[in-house]
């Protein structure tokens, strides 16, 4: 049998309105429903943000509470991963959630580029962020924009800073940061197995690069991640009508390469994740 392909849904981020499509979830219950519908559909792992009362990105501790616990309720098993980026918070405040002990976090360990500023990662941010995480028994998902994170990872997980084995998510598609290119794209899956050779990998690729990117990821053996966060569409003229859809897109795909789909215990195992609460 083929390897099981383990889907991510990043549900809102802190781009993403209402304006830009009403099926955006925002309060946290609009976000329970969607994740619920998204693992249904054969996501195992929820990629988290959350909002504040006036639809703004936000790392309150409270609201991460609430969505983790509606979470363990509606999705049993899902893999749970918040977000500690940058959009979110300044800081030690974009790290404020990880005593919750959700199962995996994001975690970009340099700084880059995006369309309007500077994603800033400073190395005592990351460090601390990594420490944090080690601390709550929380496995990282390294969110890699440029080459020199991927090789940065490898070196804090062979000095003990991040637990391996390494899971690196490549974000392609980004303006002013990585492309979503197929040469470039099999360079980075080259370049992580040789610095990280026991490394899982998957990828994400933003707005009209999701697709392509998903198919990338699944005919090579790796993992992949959609959802509203990344692209609102399903093509140029259809907006998406849920997480859920982009999902079952992704599902399609696995089908078409022969790849099953993780279940949540699978995806548990693959990564090395503890029990579900």
């Given at each position: 049998m083929s390897k099981p392909c383990i889907i991510?849904?990043?549900?809102?981020?802190?781009?993403?309105?209402?304006?830009?499509?009403?099926?955006?979830?925002?309060t946290i219950a609009?976000?329970?429903?969607?994740?619920?519908?998204?693992?249904?559909?054969?996501?195992?792992?929820?990629?988290?943000?959350?909002r504040d009362d006036a639809g703004k990105p936000c790392s309150d501790p409270d609201r991460f509470a609430r969505l983790q616990e509606g979470l363990q309720?509606?999705?049993?098993?899902?893999?749970?991963?918040?977000?500690?980026?940058?959009?979110?918070?300044?800081?030690?405040?974009?790290?404020?959630?990880?005593?919750?002990?959700?199962?995996?976090?994001?975690?970009?360990?340099?700084?880059?580029?995006?369309?309007?500023?500077?994603?800033?990662?400073?190395?005592?941010?990351?460090?601390?962020l990594a420490s944090e995480m080690r601390a709550h028994d929380i496995k990282p998902e390294i969110e890699a924009f440029d080459l020199s994170h991927i090789?940065?990872?490898?070196?804090?997980?062979?000095?003990?800073?991040?637990?391996?084995?390494?899971?690196?998510?490549?974000?392609?598609?980004?303006k002013n940061a990585m492309?979503?290119?197929?040469?470039?794209f099999d360079f980075y899956i080259e370049t992580l197995k040789r610095f990280a050779p026991d490394a899982e990998w998957c990828a994400a690729g933003i707005g009209a690069a999701q697709l392509t990117v998903n198919e990338w990821c699944i005919s090579r053996g790796g993992?992949?991640?959609?959802g509203l966060e990344d692209n609102v569409r399903l093509d140029r003229d259809t907006l998406a009508?849920?997480?859920?859809?982009?999902v079952r897109r992704a599902v399609d795909l696995c089908a078409r390469y022969d790849r099953p789909v993780a279940s949540v215990q699978e995806a548990r195992a693959i990564l090395g994740l503890r029990a579900a609460a």
């Open positions: 991510c849904v990043a549900i809102t981020g802190s781009v993403p309105t209402k304006e830009n499509n009403p099926a955006v979830p925002i609009e976000q329970v429903e969607s994740t619920q519908e998204a693992f249904e559909a054969g996501a195992s792992i929820a990629h988290l943000h959350v309720e509606h999705c049993p098993g899902m893999i749970i991963q918040f977000s500690t980026g940058g959009r979110s918070g300044a800081g030690t405040a974009r790290g404020g959630m990880l005593p919750l002990r959700p199962d995996m976090a994001s975690l970009t360990v340099g700084s880059n580029n995006f369309p309007t500023r500077v994603y800033e990662n400073p190395p005592d941010l990351v460090d601390w090789v940065q990872a490898a070196k804090m997980a062979r000095d003990g800073r991040l637990k391996g084995p390494l899971y690196v998510q490549f974000v392609m598609g980004v492309p979503a290119d197929e040469r470039i993992h992949t991640r959609t009508p849920s997480n859920a859809a982009l």
